[in-house]
């Protein structure tokens, strides 16, 4: 296991207590099928190592970081990406929304996100045909564009309640990079589990779905670990719609991008919410992919830190 400096953790600003951090339980994709459910029966989440070949990784960086290049935001080295500070993205032709989309549904990316291998993941940990929304989450994370806490159920009310998030992250991303964090066993927190789930949520005003507090304070009053690790390239962690999350700041101080992604999958065999599905989603609030904040373009935000 990979160890974290605990000291390199920070949330919006604020350096995370080192005593409360701990890595995530590492999974395989060579352990049990029934060791895996059980695992994911008993922590709500499964971080499963080395997922997506590299090569297959590579392919998404180099697609994802030479669209924006061509927006004038990322600096390629290899498939590396750099941000420039400076941003071309506003005069595309097609429109933020349209070009999100186009940049959300690259041949690379799909064949990782909605492929066979993670197919196959799927079907194993919830033993039966399970599909994946169309809708993908793409997220180039520059310094300030970190995600506060929250649960993924307000935002996925509708159709199956067997609903899990698949996080994947392209290229390694060490804790001062800004991977996920989730908060341990938050989803025995009665009182916010079920004040998510009394929101569906649909509008891009009001309803409060993120928790401002800071993330030491919470884990510190409820008796819990912050839980993270040094992320490496192809690896995935699969959470519950009833488990806190969100991410580290992104503090790389040569403006190094993190890039992952998050889809959901469920069972086949439920209804699937029609605002995530087809090649036209649109999206939670109905503005298809423009509603996201990978569609907003990259600002200097990071030089800010
Ligand atoms: O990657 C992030 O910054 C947040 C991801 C997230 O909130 C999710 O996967 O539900």
């Known amino acids: 296991m990979s160890e974290f400096d605990p000291q390199r953790c920070f949330m919006q600003g604020r350096q995370l207590s080192p005593e ?102 799927m079907d194993r940990l919830m033993g039966e045909p ?56 938050s989803f025995e927190f009665t009182d916010l589990v079920e004040a998510s789930q009394s929101v569906d949520y649909d509008s891009s005003d009001t309803p409060l779905v993120q928790l401002m507090q800071d993330p030491s304070k919470l884990a510190l009053s409820r008796g819990v670990q912050l839980k993270t690790a040094n992320f490496e390239a192809g690896d995935v962690i699969i959470f519950s719609m009833t488990l806190l999350h969100g991410s580290l700041d992104n503090c790389s101080p040569n403006g190094q991008v993190r890039l992952s992604s998050d889809v959901r999958w469920q069972p086949a065999a439920d209804p699937v919410d029609p605002r995530y599905v087809g090649d036209n989603p649109p999206g939670t609030t109905g503005a298809g992919y423009g509603e996201l904040n990978g569609a907003k373009p990259l600002t200097l935000d990071w030089h800010q830190r």
């Open 130 to 185: 399970t599909v994946a929304h169309d809708y993908l989450f793409l997220r180039p994370a520059v310094s300030g564009r970190s995600t506060h806490l929250h649960y993924d159920s307000p935002f996925f009310a509708r159709g199956s309640d067997r609903i899990v998030t698949v996080w994947t992250a392209y290229g390694d991303i060490p804790v001062e990079q800004g991977p996920l964090l989730v908060v341990d066993r």
């Open 20 to 121: 409360l951090l701990a890595n995530l339980t590492e999974s395989r994709l060579s352990d049990s099928t029934d060791e895996l459910q059980k695992r994911f029966r008993t922590e709500q989440y499964l971080f499963l190592k080395n997922v997506f070949p590299k090569g297959q990784v590579e392919a998404v960086r180099r697609e994802v970081f030479g669209r924006l290049a061509e927006v004038g935001e990322i600096k390629l080295e290899g498939s590396n990406g750099v941000f420039t500070g400076v941003s071309h993205r506003t005069e595309v032709p097609e429109g933020l929304g349209e070009f999100w989309k186009s940049v959300s549904q690259g041949t690379a990316l799909r064949s990782v996100s909605h492929g066979p291998l993670i197919q196959k993941v």
